[in-house]
């Protein structure tokens, strides 16, 4: 059963449709102990605690969030280093005022490849552990476009 009429949300961005039983608040892709896995925020982009799609259909692109705030490419690079990443891929995105967000994104030599680097989820990287999130080519060309001309 539907229980969203719409999948238009504020600004203009597309919402997934809640499906699932409004009695139990199951929902598809709601992860265990962690709510029925619908954004608690308001309604937004990048609102509630969220953080993405770990389960689908891969695309070659991931999204990572929880690096350390001194983290290099390189670091990134070595990290995922066995799942064939795309070196000259690697972006780290920053606020406003040029502080590191801790977020950053990757594409790999096949969407096979980015599958299998998905088993490092929550794995640490220096004493953070490092979530990955599906993503896709309009996410990563944003995050590009959005960095920084000196970056390493």
């Known amino acids: 059963m539907q229980h969203q009429n719409s999948n ?3 600004g ?3 919402l997934p449709i809640a499906t699932g039983n409004q009695n139990t608040g199951t ?3 709601a992860r ?4 029925d896995g619908r ?3 308001g309604g937004g982009r990048g609102t509630g605690r969220g953080g993405g799609i ?3 259909e891969h695309t070659g692109f991931l999204r990572m969030r929880g690096l350390p705030f001194t983290t290099t490419k390189k670091d990134i690079f070595d990290f995922f280093n066995d799942y064939g990443p795309i070196e000259d891929s690697i972006c780290l995105t ?3 005022d040029g502080r590191a967000t801790g977020e950053g994104y990757i594409v790999f030599k096949s969407p ?3 599958k299998n680097a998905m088993s490092l989820h929550r794995e640490s990287m220096g004493s953070r552990y490092i979530e990955l999130f599906i993503s896709n080519k309009d996410e990563h060309a944003r995050a590009l476009a959005r960095e920084p001309d000196d970056e390493e």
Do not use: I, T
Request: no cysteine.
């Open 54 to 56: 770990q389960v689908g």
């Open 12 to 14: 203009g961005y597309k």
């Open 32 to 35: 265990p102990g962690r709510g």
């Open 8 to 10: 238009q949300g504020q």
């Open 39 to 41: 954004s608690k925020g």
């Open 27 to 29: 929902y598809k892709g």
């Open 112 to 114: 096979e490849d980015a």
């Open 94 to 96: 920053y606020r406003s």
